[in-house]
T-cell receptor
Framework: EPEVTQTPSHQVTQMGQEVILRCVPI?????FYWYRQILGQKVEFLVS????????KSEIFDDQFSVERPDGSNFTLKIRSTKLEDSAMYFC?????????????FGPGTRLTVT | QKEVEQNSGPLSVPEGAIASLNCTYS??????FFWYRQYSGKSPELIMS????GDKEDGRFTAQLNKASQYVSLLIRDSQPSDSATYLC????????????FGQGTRLTINP
């Protein structure tokens, strides 16, 4: 069964550094998302992406964050100048439309630790 | 008022019984509703989706939606120890591939 994959599974970085989290969505999916989950808290939406542009973003997704689909398979989240509070699990998700239905399937996540 | 509200639990249910998980949402224009299962340290796994009032059954799982009461529930029949996990309710406000708003999740424990 097709799955969303993410790399790396765990990333440790120092405060102020830039990180790039990578995702390979399910191959026939056209809609891509990033969510994050701080330890012990709920899953929070960051951004959705369709047709090579951002379709919606949350208040969390400020100028520190950017997304890109650099080729036909990868979808990346870049976090510039990381802060301690960016430490979280970052989940990529993808969906395909069945009429008006958009079921989102999540990847295994990248645990980001900012020290 | 929280956008999506769930009882955090823990909810303990004996093996073989029915587990009932509840979720309320605040935005009346919400269109699509989803239940995800999340094991500790893992990612959310889609279990059920529901869009119309009434019941939707898939194997041991039944999702129930009441838009007038802004209420969605998940029933798990013949509960198994492997069903022990946190169950996340997620709501999509509008039709289309936009954000899911998640509840805090209900931690479910099935006791053998």
């Amino acid at each position: 069964e097709p799955e969303v994959t993410q790399t790396p599974s765990h990333q440790v970085t120092q405060m102020g550094q830039e990180v790039i989290l990578r995702c390979v969505p399910i191959s026939n999916h056209l809609y891509f998302y990033w969510y994050r989950q701080i330890l012990g808290q709920k899953v929070e939406f960051l951004v959705s992406f369709y047709n090579n542009e951002i379709s919606e973003k949350s208040e969390i997704f400020d100028d520190q964050f950017s997304v890109e689909r650099p080729d036909g398979s990868n979808f990346t989240l870049k976090i510039r100048s990381t802060k301690l509070e960016d430490s979280a699990m970052y989940f990529c998700a993808s969906s395909v439309a069945w009429g008006t239905v958009y079921e989102q399937y999540f990847g295994p996540g990248t645990r980001l630790t900012v020290t | 008022q929280k956008e999506v509200e769930q009882n955090s639990g823990p909810l303990s249910v004996p093996e073989g019984a029915i587990a009932s998980l509840n979720c309320t949402y605040s935005d009346r224009v919400s269109q699509s509703f989803f239940w995800y299962r999340q094991y500790s340290g893992k990612s959310p796994e889609l279990i059920m989706s529901i869009y119309s009032n009434g019941d939707k059954e898939d194997g041991r799982f039944t999702a129930q939606l009441n838009k007038a009461s802004q209420y969605v529930s998940l029933l798990i029949r013949d509960s198994q120890p492997s069903d022990s996990a946190t169950y996340l309710c997620a709501v999509n406000r509008i039709q289309g591939a936009q954000k899911l708003v998640f509840g805090q999740g209900t931690r479910l424990t099935i006791n053998p």
